[in-house]
């Protein structure tokens, strides 16, 4: 992500509850310029998966806390993605990324940068060449699609700077 400077808190397993509870430590002591969050994928997969509504709702108890205390920083969420090894929550996901999405447009500070398209192959399926053998986390490659995605994004927003668009790998 350079020249962005990145301070990585996230920590495997993690549901929107869980950085919720840990963002006085995690997140707010930091005061970050922007907050970049990608959460959800466990939420809607185990043990009981989550509706896209309680998603949603964990999503925006989390900016709220997030806004009580850095009210002018924007917070830019990460779409869940497909996984070859999640494939049949899908139709949860994408609801969940739309209510997201539909908050975002509305409201100030809220930014959401969408890239499920980004790691589908031609079958509109997940491409598993993009993934690690467990099929549920990036590999280099897809790695390297999530960043062709946000970088620009944060890039433009952040330094007021439009990147030469890396092509895609």
């Known amino acids: 992500m350079a020249p962005l400077p990145v301070l990585n808190r996230g920590f495997g397993g993690a549901r929107l509850q869980d950085v919720l509870h840990y963002a006085e430590r995690m997140i707010l002591p930091y005061r970050p310029r ?11 997969a185990w043990p009981k998966p989550a509706s896209a509504q309680e ?76 993934y690690r053998f467990d099929r549920l986390h990036p590999g ?10 946000i970088k620009p994004v944060l890039t433009r927003d952040l330094i007021g700077i439009r990147p030469i668009q890396d092509s895609m790998i």
């Open 34 to 44: 922007p907050v970049v969050l990608f959460a959800g994928t466990n939420d809607i």
């Open 55 to 130: 998603v949603f709702e964990d999503y925006l108890a989390l900016v709220q806390q997030i806004r009580s205390v850095l009210p002018e920083t924007p917070v830019y969420y990460v779409s869940i993605t497909p996984a070859p090894s999640r494939w049949r929550y899908w139709p949860i996901v994408q609801k969940a990324n739309r209510l997201i999405r539909g908050h975002t447009r509305s409201a100030p500070c809220l930014r959401s940068i969408p890239r499920a398209g980004h790691l589908l192959g031609p079958d509109g399926k997940p491409d598993r060449r993009l």
């Open 140 to 149: 280099k490659k897809g790695y390297a699609r999530w960043s062709a995605v």
